[in-house]
């Protein structure tokens, strides 16, 4: 373990073995940083915060700090970091408002400059967030989602696995799975993430099938309900279902509804 005399640790801090810990860092009680991890300089981790192994935490990240929530009662909340993260320069994680509750980072995440998690957000595995974007409190992001430059998404959104937010795009209803974005236009997707989807190893009828779930959804004008029979009725497959089962959640309790649709003609303008 190397830690640089300029750095302070409090008493109560768990640190894992192999640990590197940079010039000026500050780590307070009830931090827990697991085996292999390396902390450039300026880092602060503030307590109930939780770091998995293999993680690399660049300059000026700030993790566990209070949520910037008015119904917060200071009490003990939680921020837990998966394994193999890379946090880049200036990220922000704050964690829970409720008592108890958590905000959650996957593993195999990578974090870009200056991107925030408010308190609560939820994050799979394997997912990007790109340089300064913002997720709000409550914000839920499914595994091998791509979150692009500057996207902001809104409190208890929650976007699905394999989705693509283009750069700066917004959103304030829920995005299904493996759908993309579009810049220009806020809470409308443009199509399915054909590359993503690609380079996840669908096969091309798992792809040509999701292809034709959209084309329902989006296409048909028909009624969600009456797409969602009919997507049920129509199909049998694991991939189908889990859109499904996305649209129902979504309204559902805070559910805000799905994403619309850009057709061509608009994109186009």
Do not use: W
Not at 102 to 124: D, E, Y
Not at 176 to 196: A, D, E, I, Q, Y
Not at 222 to 232: D, R
């Amino acid at each position: 373990m190397q830690i640089h005399p300029t750095s302070a640790i409090e008493s109560g801090a768990k640190i894992g073995t192999n640990v590197s810990i940079g010039p000026f860092c500050y780590i307070r009680h009830d931090v827990e940083i697991g085996d292999n991890c390396t902390l450039d300089a300026h880092v602060t981790l503030l307590p109930h915060t939780s770091i998995g192994q293999n993680c690399h935490l660049h300059s000026n990240v700030v993790i566990g700090d209070t949520p910037q929530d008015l119904a917060f009662k200071d009490e003990p909340s939680y921020v837990k970091i998966g394994n193999n993260c890379s946090i880049r320069e200036g990220v922000t994680i704050h964690r829970g408002t409720k008592a108890g509750s958590i905000t959650k980072v996957g593993n195999n995440c990578l974090l870009m400059a200056n991107s925030h998690l408010a308190h609560n957000v939820q994050l799979g595995n394997d997912i990007i967030v790109a340089n300064g974007a913002l997720l709000a409190g409550y914000v839920e992001v499914g595994d091998r989602a791509f979150i692009s430059g500057n996207c902001l998404v809104h409190q208890f959104v929650r976007i699905g696995r394999l989705v693509m937010m283009a750069g700066g795009s917004a959103a304030q209803k829920d995005i299904p799975p493996f759908c993309m974005t579009r810049s220009t236009t806020l809470n409308k997707v443009m199509g399915l993430n054909t590359v993503g989807l690609r380079r996840a190893g669908l096969t091309s009828e798992e792809r040509l099938t999701l292809k034709r779930a959209f084309r329902i959804l989006y296409q048909s004008n028909l009624l969600i309900p009456e797409a969602l029979s009919k997507l049920e009725t129509e199909f049998d497959t694991d991939l189908v279902r889990e859109i499904c089962d996305f649209i129902k959640h979504s309204q559902q309790g805070y559910g805000r509804g799905i994403a619309g649709y850009v057709r061509q003609r608009q994109r186009e303008e």
